[in-house]
């Protein structure tokens, strides 16, 4: 069975600081790792990594893949107050059927003005 | 970007009675359509796989006489909870799957009275 495993599960930081949050996972024949930010609806697409060591930047958002540690970070840099979310990592792998996704439980971030 | 909507976005019922939440993409088309539901503060959890022309698959523990799942078009995919109980509130959220990534729609919030 897939499995994904998100930490922290909770972070609560004041602006400006910087923050990275961890996934590791365990997933037949690995397809892509995936980011999500998610508010008070739907999760929104953030990243999607799918070779190691090429880092993803988007802003003040950064990811990277480990697939030597099956795991992935998320930076980000001079966090704001709206970027308090649950950030949520899900893997996609082929062992099954059509793709589905394992998420973690997330973390939930606070960042405090 | 791909949009993906779900319909009612809100919805309360006595009950007993069922609910459909309709799943559409709205500028692509979608074999592959995901039905996850998310309890508050806690993570999506993957319910079935929606599969245009064909029977839907269910994750284990979920029931499938319960949770109707119906795929009916390369647009649409429909999830009616039957004879819903309190237990079953819960936020819904459907996801289609694009040729790289899954698209999210808003989510359905159902409350059974």
């Known amino acids: 069975e897939d499995k994904v495993v998100q930490s922290p599960l909770s972070l609560v930081v004041h602006e400006g600081d910087t923050v990275t949050l961890n996934c590791s996972y365990e997933?037949?024949?690995?397809?892509?790792l995936l980011w999500y930010k998610q508010e008070k609806k739907a999760p929104t697409f953030l990243f999607m990594l799918?070779?190691?060591?090429i880092e993803k930047k988007s802003g003040r958002l950064s990811s990277i893949l480990d697939k030597k540690e099956l795991s992935s970070i998320l930076n980000i840099t001079a966090t704001q107050t709206g970027d308090s979310a649950i950030y949520l990592c899900?893997?996609?792998?082929?062992?099954?059927?059509?793709?589905?996704?394992?998420f973690g439980k997330g973390t939930l971030l606070t960042v405090n003005p | 970007g791909a949009v993906v909507s779900q319909h009612p976005s809100r919805v309360i019922c006595k009950s007993g009675t069922s609910v459909k939440i309709e799943c559409r993409s709205l500028?692509?088309?979608?074999?592959?359509m995901f039905w996850y539901r998310q309890f508050p503060k806690k993570s999506l959890m993957l319910m079935a796989t929606?599969?245009?022309?064909?029977?839907?698959?269910?994750e284990q523990g979920v029931e499938k006489d319960k949770f109707l799942i119906n795929h009916a078009s390369l647009t649409l995919s429909t999830l009616t909870v039957t004879s819903a109980h309190p237990e079953d509130s819960s936020f819904y959220i459907c996801?289609?799957?694009?040729?790289?990534?899954?698209?999210f729609g808003p989510g359905t919030r159902l409350t059974v009275t």
């Open positions: 996801s289609a799957r694009g040729t790289v990534e899954q698209y």
């Open positions: 997933v037949t024949n690995f397809r892509s």
């Open positions: 799918t070779s190691s060591g």
């Open positions: 899900a893997v996609s792998g082929s062992g099954g059927s059509n793709y589905k996704l394992t």
């Open positions: 500028d692509f088309q979608a074999t592959t």
């Open positions: 929606s599969n245009e022309g064909s029977k839907a698959t269910y």
